[in-house]
């Protein structure tokens, strides 16, 4: 079967929590900064979970994962999809798996015995949208060669990866593995930084894994800033030239800026009253992965990308309903 993009990153459920500003002194007590991506041990975010609950009640529950977004949104928007991941036969690996069959995901329908649980991302979303993540990667974290499909990546345009995988060594390995695969079937490459503590913690790996080939780099600015050792993202930019063959910057309430291999364009942002920007980079991310699969130039990809992700920061939680996406698609038409 031809797909149009094949992907691997870490599978995660989101517990999401609206949290008031005055609590962010207790995260930073907790070293976990404000609008950061921070890995906790299991106990540390059960912990969390209950104060967070006892102060907040229930959380709200939802699939979530960088790469995850990104390719359910691509594939609600049209594109045939299929991902690879690693979850364990519990309750949210099972929960996770379905979610995927439900936005018509492709993907190995594999679930693994293991004392690590799937995993876990508390999300805490503060009044001004702003969301902080504290993520214990469980069983994903084993995530291996193993769990790379040959034959989805040979039958894809697109091998999309997620910069949160260099944190594993087995991870690193399996993204080097997708690859050599990509580069031998003419599959292009696609790269998200991520999140700029795992390009700052884990840059060797994150250099490692984008010389071996990179078509379309997809960051925002505090991660281009990262990657690039600048503090100013119009010289980050210029020196993400050289590592990749086209590259999308956000810059949230200023819309993005992209190099398409020839020239840089600003592309406008689109107005948007945000309640929590949580998943807004990865629905960019897959609405300009599917324009481009399409045909479409970067640039219109891109206004693609900025509206999308406007709609996006007006609801709550990292994805939209099915609906949503339609309903996105056809308004941008």
């Known amino acids: 079967m031809k797909l149009d993009i094949s992907s691997l990153g870490n599978a995660i459920v989101d517990v999401q929590f609206r949290i008031r500003e005055d609590f962010v002194s207790t995260l930073e007590s907790m070293s976990i900064p404000k609008g950061s991506m921070t890995l906790i041990e299991s106990r540390d975010q059960i912990n969390l979970i209950n104060l967070l609950k006892e102060k907040y009640g229930e959380p709200e529950l939802s699939c979530g994962g960088a790469a995850t977004n990104t390719i359910v949104a691509a594939s609600n928007f049209g594109s045939k999809c299929h991902f690879s991941c690693k979850v364990r036969n519990d309750e949210l690996g099972n929960f996770y798996l379905e979610d995927l069959n439900k936005n018509n995901v492709l993907h190995s329908k594999k679930v693994s015995e293991s004392d690590l649980s799937t995993g876990q991302s508390v999300i805490l979303v503060t009044p001004d949208a702003e969301r902080t993540m504290c993520t214990y990667l469980g069983i994903s ?193």
């Open 141 to 333: 974290n084993q995530l291996s060669e193993l769990e790379v499909d040959e034959i989805a990546i040979k039958n894809s345009k697109y091998l999309f990866l997620e910069g949160y995988l260099v944190a594993s060594e087995s991870g690193l390995d399996a993204c080097f593995k997708a690859i050599e695969i990509a580069k031998s079937s003419n599959t292009k490459i696609a790269i998200s930084l991520s999140a700029a503590g795992i390009v700052e913690t884990f840059r060797d790996q994150m250099n490692s894994l984008i010389k071996l080939g990179c078509d379309i780099l997809f960051c925002n600015e505090s991660e281009a800033c990262a990657f690039s050792q600048n503090e100013n993202v119009t010289e980050a930019e210029k020196s993400l030239r050289g590592v990749s063959k086209q590259h999308l910057v956000t810059l949230g309430k200023r819309g993005s800026v992209i190099w398409d291999g020839n020239k840089l364009q600003k592309i406008e942002r689109f107005r948007a009253k945000a309640v929590d920007t949580n998943g807004a980079g990865d629905i960019f991310a897959g609405s300009v992965l599917h324009k481009v699969c399409k045909g479409y130039d970067l640039k219109s990809s891109a206004q693609f990308g900025n509206f999308a992700a406007s709609k996006k920061v007006e609801k709550f939680g990292p994805r939209l309903s099915k609906e949503e996406y339609k309903t996105i698609y056809k308004e941008f038409s």
